[in-house]
T-cell receptor, first 114, second 116 residues
């Protein structure tokens, strides 16, 4: 069975600095998607970034980028120039290409220090 | 209203009560989902509907009963709950289920349920 592990329950970073959140996953599949979701105190889960496993190029969305290491089954999220609005729970999720079900990590709470 | 809305935002109920959670999506999507979110645990998928037909029921106790009268509305009927059912219940929708392709799931703000 596929599993997703986020080993950092909580991280903190100074405003304007860079932080990296870790995610590892376990799968025997070769085709899949990986996602990072953000859940702010408002509780609304928002997609931050996604990566298709067949793409070697790391996905980027403005200040958010990923480091996708397929062989190591690692999918970390880098947030550059951290802003107070980035404070939230961040969840890593996996989905098989042939299935709709998302497998979630337990989340990392990100604290931004002003 | 835009996106996915959920009512109520907060609910406190006794173990003998019957209540319902409501979800509505204004995105024209065909698939809807119920998730349970407990502290420090991964999200648990409870139910999935596609075009008003249930396609997933992840061994959820019968005290949770979903209903999808149309593709825009999803309900979760609750009865004789246990204190361990206290959690945040999230609703989501997507254009389609997305097997073989990718459709983003859009989430509502959730209902914080406390069972006393």
């Amino acid at each position: 069975a596929q599993t997703v592990t986020q080993s950092q329950p909580e991280m903190s970073v100074q405003e304007a600095e860079t932080v990296t959140l870790s995610c590892t996953y376990d799968t025997s599949e070769s085709d899949y998607y990986l996602f990072w979701y953000k859940q702010p105190p408002s509780r609304q889960m928002i997609l931050v970034i996604r990566q298709e496993a067949y793409k070697q190029q790391n996905a980027t969305e403005n200040r958010f980028s990923v480091n996708f290491q397929k062989a190591a089954k690692s999918f970390s999220l880098k947030i550059s120039d951290s802003q107070l609005g980035d404070a939230a729970m961040y969840f890593c999720a996996y989905r098989r290409y042939s299935n709709y079900q998302l497998i979630w990590g337990a989340g990392t709470k990100l604290i931004i220090k002003p | 209203e835009t996106g996915v809305t959920q009512t109520p935002r907060h609910l406190v109920m006794g173990m003998t009560n019957k209540k319902s959670l409501k979800c509505e999506q204004h995105l024209g999507h065909n698939a809807m989902y119920w998730y349970k979110q407990s502290a420090k645990k991964p999200l648990e998928l409870m139910f999935v509907y596609s075009l008003e037909e249930r396609v997933e029921n992840n061994s959820v106790p019968s005290r949770f009963s979903p209903e999808c009268p149309n593709s825009s509305h999803l309900f979760l009927h609750l009865h004789t709950l246990q204190p361990e059912d206290s959690a945040l219940y999230l609703c989501a929708s997507s254009q389609d289920l997305g097997a073989g392709s990718w459709y983003e799931q859009y989430f509502g703000p959730g209902t914080r349920l406390t069972v006393t």
